[in-house]
């Protein structure tokens, strides 16, 4: 059967404030065609909001080169390289000249998980050979190696042939989110602006039990 990717979000969408876009993402489906025709395609179910000048912890908290895409109309993909090793792949949101971005922190995959794990090599495969589904785009770096983005599609349009994002199964009930302070950084770590779909098995870092 023939994949198709359904039809974007509206570019409204993303011009809105960064928490809102960020909570929003989660259930919506975020699509990349590869060089060579093919579609691979996942849900979205963790998301991480970064502010503007205010947020220490946002590369927008000094307008650099790198962190320029980021004062530009929502809707466009942020790639960063980071400790040298990874990319992140982030949706700039707000209006022009009011940075945001969200960093897409993990996947449940959906279309061509084999493909997925071909990217993301052996750390990705089970015991006997076969897909760990929960090892392909559980953190943003995996997220990044299992659909092929690089920082050639730093600026690519989020509503594109080449990444898209879809409505899937969005907007999620309140009861089915939960949002935590932020991971994995040093700065301005007290900030609630994680938001996670509650009982996903595809988390970068489980939620704590209760």
Same mark, same amino acid.
């Given at each position: 059967?023939?994949?198709?990717?359904?039809?974007?979000?509206?570019?409204a969408?993303?011009?809105?404030?960064?928490?809102?876009?960020?909570?929003d993402?989660?259930?919506?489906d975020?699509?990349?065609?590869?060089? @060579?025709?093919?579609?691979?395609?996942g849900?979205?179910?963790?998301?991480?909001?970064?502010?503007?000048?205010?947020?220490?912890?946002?590369?927008?908290?000094?307008r650099?080169?790198?962190?320029?895409?980021?004062?530009? &109309?929502?809707?466009?993909?942020?790639?960063?390289?980071?400790?040298?090793?990874h990319?992140?792949?982030?949706?700039?949101c707000?209006?022009?000249?009011?940075?945001?971005?969200?960093?897409? +922190?993990?996947?449940?995959?959906?279309?061509?998980?084999e +493909?997925?794990?071909?990217? +993301?090599?052996?750390?990705?495969?089970?015991g006997?050979?076969?897909?760990?589904s929960?090892?392909l785009?559980?953190?943003p770096? +995996?997220?990044?190696?299992?659909?092929?983005?690089?920082?050639?599609?730093?600026?690519?349009d989020?509503?594109g042939?080449?990444?898209?994002?879809?409505?899937?199964t969005?907007?999620?009930? @309140? &009861?089915?989110?939960?949002?935590?302070?932020?991971?994995g950084?040093?700065?301005?770590?007290?900030r609630?602006?994680?938001?996670v779909?509650?009982?996903?098995?595809?988390?970068?870092? &489980?939620l &704590?039990?209760?």
């Open positions: 059967m023939t994949v198709r990717m359904p039809p974007p979000l509206p570019a969408f993303f011009c809105r404030p960064t928490a809102e876009v960020a909570r993402l989660l259930g919506t975020l699509w990349r065609r590869l060089p @060579d025709g093919a579609l691979l395609s849900r979205i179910v963790e998301t991480e909001a970064y502010f503007g000048p205010d947020d220490e912890a946002s590369h927008a908290f000094r650099t080169p790198r962190s320029e895409v980021m004062y530009g &109309p929502g809707g466009r993909a942020y790639v960063y390289f980071t400790y040298g090793m990319f992140c792949l982030n949706v700039v707000g209006r022009q000249g009011k940075p945001g971005a969200v960093l897409l +922190r993990a996947l449940e995959p959906r279309v061509d998980l +493909r997925m794990a071909a990217l +993301r090599g052996p750390a990705a495969r089970d006997r050979g076969g897909v760990d929960r090892k785009c559980s953190g770096a +995996r997220l990044a190696q299992a659909l092929a983005v690089d920082r050639t599609l730093n600026g690519a989020l509503r042939e080449i990444l898209r994002l879809t409505r899937g969005s907007p999620l009930p @309140d &009861p089915a989110v939960v949002v935590t302070p932020r991971i950084i040093r700065r301005a770590t007290e609630y602006a994680r938001y779909v509650a009982d996903s098995p595809f988390l970068s870092r &489980p &704590p039990r209760h």
